[in-house]
T-cell receptor, first 115, second 115 residues
Framework: NAGVTQTPKFQVLKTGQSMTLQCAQDMNHNSMYWYRQDPGMGLRLIYYSASEGTTDKGEVPNGYNVSRLNKREFSLRLESAAPSQTSVYFC??????????????FGQGTRLTVV | RKEVEQDPGPFNVPEGATVAFNCTYSNSASQSFFWYRQDCRKEPKLLMSVYSSGNEDGRFTAQLNRASQYISLLIRDSKLSDSATYLCVVNILLYSGGGADGLTFGKGTHLIIQP
């Protein structure tokens, strides 16, 4: 079972470059999320999508855009990368808000370095 | 005030010891509660959900006190393989009217089991 698949696993960007992080889930989940994890900061929500066709800002959305392409896929775009965006990015999915006690499934993470 | 607070540790305990983690959350509207485990450079994975009545899974016991907004995790007879970071997680509705929820993570407590 694939679960949540993120690509790429590693990326080095120069300041000002752009890139898109891809995420796909095969569990027919409605809700998808992008988090970033920095040392000493824990996981912080960047953007989320409650269902296909909707996206909303989380705690730290500045510098990012997202697209919920279909029910399976939720991508995160950095338009002009900055060193402050050096982080580990995790995509996650859950069935939906009506299933409050269900777990979130995470991708393996993308380690992004901006130089 | 951070929404979910945990002692970051590290907790260094000998193999076989009992160790307890505590967590407090600030949003009284939090709907559901979890402990996740994260191994070094890996994605978080669900350890267990936390229910008001308390629940146990083998060597692990979780407790929730809604009145005090407090969550705990007890690990008995600790094993070397328990070494990891333990994340306290609460689930809240992300905007009024429902339709979307999200997980808010504590920064994690780092546990090191020593032989």
């Amino acid at each position: 079972n694939a679960g949540v698949t993120q690509t790429p696993k590693f990326q080095v960007l120069k300041t000002g470059q752009s890139m898109t992080l891809q995420c796909a889930q095969d569990m027919n989940h409605n809700s998808m999320y992008w988090y970033r994890q920095d040392p000493g900061m824990g996981l912080r929500l960047i953007y989320y999508s409650a269902s296909e066709g909707t996206t909303d800002k989380g705690e730290v959305p500045n510098g990012y855009n997202v697209s919920r392409l279909n029910k399976r896929e939720f991508s995160l775009r950095l338009e002009s990368a900055a060193p402050s965006q050096t982080s580990v990015y995790f995509c996650a999915s859950r069935p939906g808000y009506r299933d409050l006690n269900t777990e979130a499934f995470f991708g393996q993470g993308t380690r992004l370095t901006v130089v | 005030r951070k929404e979910v607070e945990q002692d970051p540790g590290p907790f260094n305990v000998p193999e076989g010891a009992t160790v307890a983690f505590n967590c407090t959350y600030s949003n009284s509207a939090s709907q559901s509660f979890f402990w996740y485990r994260q191994d070094c450079r890996k994605e978080p994975k669900l350890l267990m959900s936390v229910y008001s009545s308390g629940n146990e899974d083998g060597r692990f016991t979780a407790q929730l006190n809604r009145a005090s907004q407090y969550i705990s995790l007890l690990i008995r007879d600790s094993k070397l393989s328990d070494s990891a970071t333990y994340l306290c997680v609460v689930n809240i509705l992300l905007y009024s009217g429902g339709g979307a929820d999200g997980l808010t993570f504590g920064k994690g407590t780092h546990l090191i089991i020593q032989p």
